[in-house]
């Protein structure tokens, strides 16, 4: 049978933590670092394992499609995209937040007032259902990167993004209204490789499991 | 330039799709057949009150429209609350069990992808009549048969009891609305949600750890020993007993090397009306899984004719997806020439032998007949010139 893992690794600032995670985990990654330029990693070995660079927002559709076994993505990504997918593990890094914000002098709004407001996002999923959870009806933008640029420019009123420090919104002059959900890195398993190739799966994921919770690996 | 455009999520088959399809269909019905199954066809559309009577109130996935007289009509997305509806108008009076195939399109609002479309075609049965384990292991056994019988080797079947679960969650001292976001997390398999959620929650440690471990069981019989809290519980007791009986017929089938235990499988997501054994059955080669069944033992009840069944679907698009055609077509003939009598005769003689022959009804000379097929190696041409 075919033991090859295919492992999924979302390029960015995820990339050096997960491979410090999976070095912890006694795996092969040696030359997996920001700079190559290559997407495709193989190492023999029993199970062979081969990884994928590939942009953090492709990771889960690898993985639900099963061109991937497993995956490392931030669950921002993955409840974004809603893909029926095998959450297994929260790693702990690449803390980040969703946040509702608004411009500054707006910093006295409530939550109620922002019904049929314009709302910018990368993420119109999650905006959605989270005004819709809160009773409220709101017009979502979705836009590709720089969302705080929108208020400033009179294309929304408020945004949904993620932060981790903060830093962005005070230097654009936005204040954070809500915060929605926090976000951290977590490891993904397609629902049939989890099964079709438990042996290999299920000691990678306690390793990484052990690994998380402090534990040390010998 | 709607006229050249499909609906979303449909599609059509070109005559090596047909082809390849109608093969599998017919392996299925072999093996089906030789069990003393029989083909029955129900409505394309049903009232949407017989839709929801099993399949739950999941509206969205439902093409739902209205017929003339005001009441509304959902094209069917799946066979079994069909079948089970067919039994309890027909069949009250028949011996049991009864046993039953289909092969039929289902259409469902999702959003399509591969291996999923808006209509898609399903073979399954449904034993109507029999309660026990060693109803549930035919059913089980003929999936693995019919998956054999299509050629496929590399597959294993995943069998559960959902009462192992229902009555876990049962134990819970929490509220139905905190029992349902359970459900849903172990279903949806968010096992970081799941134990964050759990360790919120008044649930005694052990049952905590048990329900959080669930879904990641997986294995042989063993499995069922790596439940601890089953004990304390005469429900999930008697379920994990049902599975063990279900599993030692399945080796008396011979058919466990395919069988696996996981208590990961649920099945809900799909349909909720299951109510003892399920199963999934899966393939490396492809992301999803293949079929999906189980016991629904309250489902003929709901309208009106209590009868336990079991059964199973198979998804045939997805198995067109992990298997290769490699079967012999028989000598396909090109017969050319000028004189039709001649022609037509030498035509069905061939047919009668069994091979293929298609006429070149442009009357094509020999010239251009053959540089017409240069391409094609799978034709094999005859010319008969007058004599």
């Known amino acids: 049978m075919d033991s090859c893992l295919t492992i999924a690794l979302s390029k960015g600032t995820l990339l050096k933590p997960t491979v410090e995670l999976l070095e912890q985990a006694n795996l092969p990654c040696a030359g997996i670092t920001a700079d190559s330029r290559n997407m495709v990693f193989s ?46 593990v929260d790693l702990k890094y690449g803390y980040c ?32 259902r989270f005004f819709r ?19 400033l420019m009179g294309l929304s009123d408020v945004i949904v993004d993620i932060v981790s420090s903060g830093r962005t919104l005070k230097e654009n002059n936005l204040v954070e209204l809500v915060s929605i959900m926090d976000s951290t890195t977590r490891l993904v398993a397609n629902r049939v490789s989890y099964r079709t190739k438990h042996q290999e799966i299920q000691p990678l994921v306690e390793k990484i499991q052990m690994i998380v919770k402090g534990g040390i690996i010998t | 330039m709607k006229n050249r455009q499909i609906p979303k999520g449909l599609r059509d088959f070109l005559p090596n799709e047909v082809k390849n399809r109608r093969k599998l269909e017919q392996k299925a019905i072999e093996v089906f057949t030789a069990f003393g199954y029989k083909e029955v066809l129900t409505p394309t559309f049903e009232f949407l009150e017989v839709v929801e009577t099993g399949a739950g109130k999941n509206r969205e996935k ?26 309890a108008m027909h069949l009250k009076d028949s011996s049991f069990p009864q046993r039953f195939f289909y092969s039929a399109n289902v259409f469902r609002h999702v959003q399509p992808h591969l291996a999923q479309y808006r209509e898609f075609w399903q073979i399954g049965i449904e034993m109507l009549g029999a309660s026990g384990p060693w109803a549930d292991a035919e059913v089980i056994n003929l999936a693995v048969k019919i998956l054999k019988a299509m050629g496929l080797d590399n597959f294993k079947i995943s069998i559960n009891q959902i009462g192992i679960f229902n009555s876990l969650l049962a134990d819970c ?21 799941l134990s964050r959620c759990l360790d919120t929650l008044p649930v005694p440690d052990l049952l905590k750890e048990t329900i959080a471990r669930l879904p990641i069981l997986h294995g042989g019989l063993e499995v069922l020993n790596r439940i601890p809290y089953v004990e304390k519980n005469k429900a999930a007791n008697e379920a994990v ?40 059955g899966y393939s490396p080669e492809l992301g999803y899984g293949l079929l ?17 069944a079991t059964g199973f679907a198979l998804g045939m698009d997805r198995l067109a997806l992990v298997l290769t055609n490699q079967e012999q077509e028989p000598p396909h003939y090109i017969l050319g020439g000028k004189n ?25 000379s020999r010239e251009v007949l053959e540089e017409k097929i240069r391409d094609r190696d799978d034709l094999i041409m005859i010319y008969l010139d007058d004599e």
């Open chain 1, 43 to 88: 190492f023999t070995g029993d199970p062979e394992i081969r990884y994928i660079i590939c942009r953090p927002t492709d990771v889960p559709a690898y993985v639900e499609h099963g061109a991937a076994d497993l995956g490392f993505v931030g669950k921002d990504v993955i409840v974004e995209q809603g893909k029926d997918l095998f959450e297994m």
């Open chain 2, 173 to 193: 001292p929490v509220s139905p609305d905190e029992k349902d976001n359970i459900r849903n997390l172990v279903e949806i398999k968010d096992l970081v949600e």
């Open chain 2, 292 to 308: 999906g069944g189980g016991r629904y033992d309250n489902l003929l009840g709901q309208f009106g004719f209590p009868c336990p």
């Open chain 2, 62 to 87: 439902l093409f739902l429209f209205m017929d003339r007289e005001g009441g509304i009509l959902s094209l069917r997305p799946e066979m079994t609350v069909s079948i089970a509806r067919l039994a």
């Open chain 2, 241 to 280: 007993e049902e599975l063990l009986r279900v599993y030692e017929a399945l080796q008396a089938f011979g058919v466990e090397e395919h069988i696996v235990v996981d208590m990961g499988v649920l099945r809900d997501l799909e349909m909720d009306y299951y109510t003892g054994i399920i199963f999934e």
């Open chain 1, 133 to 151: 959870a809160n009773g409220l009806q709101v017009e979502i933008i979705t836009l590709h990167g720089n969302i705080e640029l929108a208020p």
């Open chain 2, 340 to 364: 039709l009598q001649v022609l037509a005769a030498r035509a069905d003689q061939l047919r009668h032998e069994g091979k293929i022959v298609e006429l070149d009804v442009e009357a094509a």
């Open chain 1, 97 to 128: 937040r969703f946040v509702v914000a608004v411009p500054a002098e707006d910093k006295d709004l409530k939550l109620q007032d922002l019904n049929y407001k314009r709302v910018a996002t990368k993420f119109p999923a999650v905006a959605e």
